[in-house]
């Protein structure tokens, strides 16, 4: 049942996006009374939470069947991979890094489930210093989570900004903003990605 009202609680978020997720119209779907999807997810948060844990844990699985191997393939594989999933998926994309939920803050629990996805990418580009990222106010800010990682700080501070700046292209791909300039996104992306692996270090 649990899995049933994610699977309908998804295809209300593609048809109404995430403001308008409703837990009537999930109970109904499902075949529940409107006060019996409580006993399975108390509040809207708490669905949306579940929601969005789960799709980081897709990404996550996706991002894990990308090989190991020398850095600067791995990272243009996983790059790729982030983008692909993010265009099957579009809508658990959005729910994860699109436009925030009206009312909606996510906790704490949905913190390990992002870090496992962003762990793909520090383990394949954070080993060494990055010189732009360098600064001492940001490496001291970074050395605690950058040990949890085996990372250097100035390489964690220098993945996270590409991560973003992957985020970033693909959300504005998947949102129709580069029509009439670099769509498709083909071409933009790959330029994207070969010079991440340069800012990098990693060729």
Same mark, same amino acid.
């Given at each position: 049942?649990?899995?049933?009202?994610?699977?309908?609680?998804?295809?209300?978020?593609?048809?109404?996006?995430?403001?308008?997720?409703?837990?009537?119209?999930?109970?109904?779907?499902?075949?529940?009374v409107?006060?019996?999807?409580?006993?399975?997810?108390?509040?809207?948060?708490?669905?949306?939470?579940a929601?969005?844990?789960?799709?980081?844990e897709?990404? *996550?699985?996706a991002l894990?069947?990308?090989?190991a191997?020398?850095?600067?393939?791995?990272?243009?594989d996983?790059?790729?991979?982030?983008?692909?999933?993010?265009?099957?998926?579009?809508h658990e994309?959005?729910l994860?890094?699109?436009?925030?939920?009206?009312?909606?803050?996510?906790?704490?629990?949905?913190?390990?489930?992002?870090a496992?996805?962003?762990?793909?990418?520090?383990a394949a580009?954070?080993?060494?210093?990055?010189?732009a990222? *360098?600064? *001492?106010?940001?490496?001291?800010?970074?050395?605690?989570?950058?040990?949890?990682?085996?990372?250097?700080?100035?390489g964690?501070?220098?993945?996270?900004?590409?991560?973003?700046?992957?985020?970033?292209?693909?959300?504005?791909?998947?949102?129709?903003h580069?029509v009439?300039?670099?769509?498709?996104a *083909?071409?933009?992306?790959?330029?994207?990605v070969?010079?991440?692996?340069?800012?990098?270090?990693l060729?």
């Amino acid at each position: 049942m649990t899995a049933q009202i994610l699977a309908v609680a998804r295809t209300e978020i593609a048809e109404h996006g995430g403001g308008g997720l409703s837990m009537r119209a999930v109970a109904r779907q499902v075949g529940l009374v409107s006060s019996a999807i409580y006993r399975y997810f108390p509040t809207r948060e708490a669905l949306l939470t579940a929601m969005i844990i789960e799709s980081y844990e897709h990404l *996550d699985a996706a991002l894990g069947r990308v090989s190991a191997g020398q850095p600067a393939q791995r990272w243009r594989d996983l790059a790729h991979t982030f983008r692909s999933w993010a265009r099957q998926y579009r809508h658990e994309f959005q729910l994860i890094y699109g436009t925030p939920v009206p009312g909606y803050v996510a906790p704490p629990a949905t913190v390990p489930a992002a870090a496992a996805v962003a762990g793909h990418f520090l383990a394949a580009g954070a080993g060494q210093p990055v010189p732009a990222f *360098d600064h *001492d106010a940001l490496v001291t800010q970074l050395a605690a989570p950058a040990g949890e990682f085996a990372a250097d700080p100035s390489g964690m501070a220098a993945v996270l900004a590409e991560l973003a700046a992957l985020i970033g292209v693909v959300g504005l791909e998947l949102s129709g903003h580069l029509v009439g300039s670099a769509d498709p996104a *083909d071409h933009l992306f790959e330029a994207l990605v070969e010079r991440q692996v340069h800012t990098l270090g990693l060729a």
